[in-house]
């Protein structure tokens, strides 16, 4: 009995290993270590390699805090006022922040965003209308609802056909190239650039819509959807119009946040497709030279199964050297894991959750609501 019960386990073994998920994901329950750098009694904003802007519990008192020596500087003091701090983003040079103020009768909000640099404040938006807040801040530019900022200067250039109401529909670079689409269901693709030169995309016959672009500076991956479809294509533009299709994909809406799906930094992109075979998703890394790595794939599923017991993949961040941090939600067991993956080394490490992650210097950092991380993978 024996000798033929031995064959008959290494077979189930076998084909066990067989159906198991990648190597790579599968081993990807060792935890990175970290070590907690900052902590505050308030909400972090954002940060960078030598600042951290944070408010105070209460919302009234903004501060910058110095990483290099641990000296912090009031930006701004709401207190003894019916105004809030709201937001505040990181430029190259100083802080973009928006108060907010409720009208007595409890709607709306208006929002008004200043600009600090060195302790002089000045009004970006004074806070007539809803909804006046800044979108985005990279380098010493700054996105409003239909204009790009110059920080430096001061000077604003329009960005025709925009009517932002949130950041799904644009990208903006640190040099001020915003690449966006309008608010139609029919949109071209734009690409304004800092000396007012406003490039536009044609829908190409066949297609309804573009959405979702974004940038590194050079080039740039969106969306477009074909007429009469519930598929969008994944599409790469280089720098001299060259079009690479990197993948097609279910439709789900016009206008949602691109980034979990996608993301492209310094020549790396990373990408979900859909496996209509296997139906689950697989994410791909694909380096400036174009070579192209599976990374992550979800188990076999069916579309009887309920979209919330789906395994799905969310795309946190992509670090300017292809690493990737990314979050893998198992539905039927309802929790779900943070990987950091490097493409270096091509191996996958557990990372705490957190509000943001973000690349620096060859280094990962992981920020909370109100601390920030240093990952040692």
């Given amino acids: 009995m024996k000798p033929r019960f031995i064959p008959f386990v290494l077979a189930f073994t076998l084909l066990l290993l067989i159906l198991l998920p990648p190597l790579q994901a599968a081993a990807a329950d060792d935890w990175s270590s970290e070590v907690l750098l900052n902590e505050f009694d308030g909400i972090i904003f954002g940060f960078d390699e030598s600042r951290i802007t944070w408010k105070e519990t209460g919302d009234k008192v903004l501060w910058l805090y110095n990483r290099t020596d641990g000296n912090e500087v009031k930006v701004y003091d709401a207190t003894g006022s019916n105004y809030t701090i709201h937001s505040a983003k990181l430029s190259t040079e100083g802080v973009v922040f928006t108060l907010s103020i409720t009208d007595p009768s409890g709607w709306p909000t208006y929002h008004s965003v200043y600009y600090w640099n060195d302790g002089n404040v000045r009004n970006l938006i004074d806070g007539n209308y809803p909804y006046g807040d800044v979108y985005d801040v990279k380098g010493n530019f700054a996105v409003f609802t239909n ?3 110059d920080l ?9 056909d925009s009517g932002f109401q949130g950041t799904n529909r644009f990208d903006l670079s640190a040099d001020g190239t915003v690449v966006y689409t309008d608010p139609t269901y029919n949109s071209n693709l734009y690409k304004s650039l800092p000396d007012g030169t406003l490039v536009t995309y044609v829908l190409p016959a066949g297609y309804q819509t573009y959405s979702g672009p974004l940038m590194d500076g050079k080039n740039m991956i969106y969306q477009v959807k074909r007429n009469s479809s519930q598929k969008w294509l994944l599409r790469l533009r ?4 060259n079009i690479t299709t990197l993948a097609l994909n279910p439709w789900y809406g016009f206008f949602p946040n691109p980034r979990p799906s996608y993301q492209i930094n310094n020549g790396w992109i990373t990408y979900q497709e859909y496996n209509i075979e296997k139906d689950n998703w697989i994410l791909y890394v694909r380096s400036p030279e174009g070579e192209t790595r599976q990374i992550f794939e979800t188990p076999l599923q069916t579309w009887k199964q309920s979209w919330y ?8 961040q992509l670090g300017a050297d292809g690493s990737v941090v990314y979050t893998v939600r198992y539905g039927k067991l309802k929790y ?3 990987y950091l993956y490097s493409s270096q080394t091509d191996t996958h490490v557990r990372v705490s959750s957190g509000t943001k992650f973000q690349y620096q210097n060859g280094a990962w950092y992981r920020m909370t609501s109100n601390s920030l991380f240093a990952i040692q993978s």
């Fill in 152 to 160: 430096a200067t001061g000077q604003s250039l329009t960005l025709p």
């Fill in 309 to 316: 017991s789906r395994d799905s993949i969310s795309i946190n």
């Fill in 336 to 338: 779900s894991k943070t």
């Fill in 238 to 241: 280089d720098a001299d119009d």
């Fill in 147 to 149: 204009r790009v900022l």
